[in-house]
């Protein structure tokens, strides 16, 4: 078992689960609320998520990974970083409920996306904060475990966030839980009481400082850097996972609106509900089984599988005929995305030396997020508006954004495997 008291590990895990909550709320209904209800297109809809993502990667490499590694406040950012986010929410529901009042349904969808964005780049130090204190406080050995049960508790609470997003979308008329500002509400509460859980959890905080200074010193001794060859490694592992990033997560808001269309799928806010949650079950239970996973066959070809499995993913979305099928299939990119987060972690920081973590998890957190973000926006949605506009079905479209989503990730896929090879010696205990 891991080495780490239970107080410190609900903590973290309290964070795990309020993020993907939070994330579940707005990722699933908000894209179909700025596209349908409010008039945005689809590449304006994809913004949500870019602009977000940019103002959250680019503030954990030039920001909060310095912060973090001149002061080692990891636990700190988390707690700052929840509570500014969670006032946000509340302010960023009353611009827009003042957007809507003038009936300027393009300013209110912009203001949600303004307001988020600006709030991300405050938020995101409890990213960062998160990422270094979780390496900090365990070795290799315990981190495959560890993460495997932050990633299942995470499943867990996307499916509540989805689920409660299907509940309240509609609550008092349409799309009433975001013109009603009930669903910023529990985001803004959920974040709230997950910084209260960190800041009980991490009072006591000899036992972190005596762990980050183990750490350290086992660094110095083993290297003061990383050597050339790791460093290569690492910088590679970046590209491969950007490009697979930007090939997944392009479809990402594509396929809810591929599935609310009429016709193949003609999906309900049930059905959607389910679709989103088939793949929160499958990260729950392959995530508590990554961990191992990654030590009986290896770290690097436990994430190969799972990138070779976003590769196929989109191209089985393209051939279902009906709800129940998109369900099943999106349990496979479940799978596929708990590799990606579990493994992926434990890569990079095989790859990160204790000394430079909170910057170079910034650089693989703004990897994943600015990934992310640009993907919908630079790939998938102006692909998709192109052909909207040229005349070609809107079905037809989502399809052909499909094919070069597991085109881009496959060429990810095989820049991983070709250049990327995980430290294994004896010494890299971090």
Do not use: C
């Amino acid at each position: 078992m891991v080495n780490l008291d239970r107080k410190t590990i609900l903590g973290l895990s309290s964070f795990q689960f309020m993020a993907m909550v939070r994330r579940g709320l707005f990722y699933t209904f908000l894209s179909i609320y700025l596209n349908v209800r409010l008039g945005l297109s689809v590449t304006e809809t994809t913004l949500l998520a870019s602009l977000t993502m940019i103002a959250n990667s680019t503030s954990q490499t030039l920001v909060w990974g310095r912060i973090s590694d001149k002061y080692q406040a990891r636990a700190s950012l988390i707690i700052i970083g929840e509570t500014t986010a969670a006032l946000g929410y509340i302010l960023v529901y009353f611009i827009h409920a003042y957007m809507l009042g003038l009936n300027n349904p393009i300013a209110a969808g912009y203001s949600i996306i303004g307001g988020l964005t600006l709030l991300e780049f405050f938020w995101s130090m409890s990213n960062l904060g998160w990422s270094a204190l979780v390496s900090d406080l365990t070795t290799s050995k315990e981190r495959g475990r560890l993460m495997s049960l932050f990633s299942s508790i995470g499943g867990t609470g996307r499916i509540l966030g989805v689920s409660v997003s299907a509940l309240m979308y509609n609550w008092g008329g349409e799309a009433g839980g975001f013109t009603g500002g009930q669903l910023f509400y529990f985001a803004s509460g959920i974040m709230l009481a997950s910084a209260i859980l960190v800041w009980i959890s991490t009072r006591d905080s000899n036992k972190v400082e005596e762990r980050e200074k183990a750490d350290r010193a086992v660094s110095n001794q083993s290297t003061r850097a990383s050597n050339s060859n790791e460093s290569n490694a690492f910088h590679w592992f970046l590209v491969s996972t950007f490009i697979v990033g930007l090939g997944v997560f392009s479809i990402l808001q594509i396929l809810i609106l591929y599935a609310k269309l009429d016709s193949p799928i003609g999906a309900s806010d049930l059905d959607i509900a389910m679709i989103r949650n088939s793949s929160s079950i499958a990260i729950i239970v392959t995530s508590l089984l990554a961990g191992f996973l990654a030590d009986r066959i290896g770290k690097k070809k436990a994430l190969g599988f799972g990138f070779g499995l976003m590769v196929v993913t989109p191209l089985f979305y393209m051939v279902a005929q009906n709800a129940t099928q998109m369900i099943i299939i999106n349990g496979l990119n479940g799978v596929a995305r708990a590799l990606m987060t579990v493994v992926g972690y434990l890569v990079a920081s095989d790859l990160i030396p204790a000394e430079r973590r909170g910057r170079l998890f910034g650089q693989y957190n703004a990897v994943t997020f600015i990934s992310f973000g640009l993907a919908g926006t630079v790939l998938g949605g102006p692909i998709a508006d192109h052909l909207i506009s040229t005349g070609t079905a809107k079905a037809a479209a989502y399809v052909t954004v499909f094919q070069v989503a597991s085109a881009v990730t496959l060429i990810g896929t095989l820049i991983y495997a070709m250049k990327v090879k995980p430290r294994t010696r004896a010494h890299a205990k971090s």
